[in-house]
T-cell receptor, first 113, second 115 residues
């Protein structure tokens, strides 16, 4: 079993829809959870970051972490065509200098006008 | 100007050739990384470096080598390229945040095709 599982999609939604993207993981020691967005032919860029459990909101984006279920989510409200991209979850065990990010495989999202 | 640059952006080479991919950064970060991205496999870490004197193997280092020439430069070499090294290669840097998180900043990628 991979440490981080992410449904690759593709996921296609109409403009204005609420989008839910998810990752599950097996390592209970993960503490840092991130979502990266990658547009076609570009490098990934950090979208949201959450430490430990809980929710974090930034505009139309909400990140949720449920450590008891080893499950993280990214919600996009009022989705726009400009949100069309691949979304990668990433997580890490340790703070400070140790450990590297473990990435999910990414979910490709298409928002249709 | 971009903070993390990669050259070349596209490269076609033949099996058995030695090639080098270069990465430069102006972010002043100590940590640098090389990843490859393949459809269905996601991002996989090849090598990483925490400073000029520190080089570490990642998940898939076989067939690759790296050189950290300076804080700002980190090169990836394929000593004898093979077709299954055809992939999208990303360089990244990272900094440590206040809560101990590491935010990684990626370059634009190099598309490599090995014939």
């Amino acid at each position: 079993q991979k440490e981080v599982e992410q449904d690759p999609g593709p996921l296609s939604v109409p403009e204005g829809a609420i989008v839910s993207l998810n990752c599950t993981y097996s390592n209970s020691a993960f503490q840092y959870f991130m979502w990266y967005r990658q547009y076609s032919r570009k490098g990934p860029e950090l979208l949201m970051y959450t430490y430990s459990s809980g929710n974090k909101e930034d505009g139309r984006f909400t990140a949720q972490v449920d450590k008891s279920s080893k499950y993280i989510s990214l919600f996009i409200r009022d989705s726009q065509p400009s949100d069309s991209a691949t979304y990668l979850c990433a997580m890490r065990e340790y703070g400070g200098s140790q450990g590297n990010l473990i990435f999910g495989k990414g979910t490709k999202l298409s928002v249709k006008p | 100007d971009a903070d993390v640059t990669q050259t070349p952006r596209n490269r076609i080479t033949k099996t058995g050739k030695r090639i080098m991919l270069e990465c430069s950064q102006t972010k002043g970060h100590d940590r640098m990384y090389w990843y490859r991205q393949d459809p269905g496999l996601g991002l996989r870490l090849i090598y990483y470096s925490f400073d000029v004197k520190d080089i570490n193997k990642g998940e898939i280092s076989d067939g690759y080598s790296v050189s950290r020439q300076a804080q700002a430069k980190f090169s990836l070499s394929l000593e004898s390229a093979i077709p299954n090294q055809t992939a999208l290669y990303f360089c990244a840097t990272s900094e440590l945040g206040q809560q101990g998180e590491q935010t990684q900043y990626f370059g634009p990628g190099t598309r490599l095709l090995v014939l």
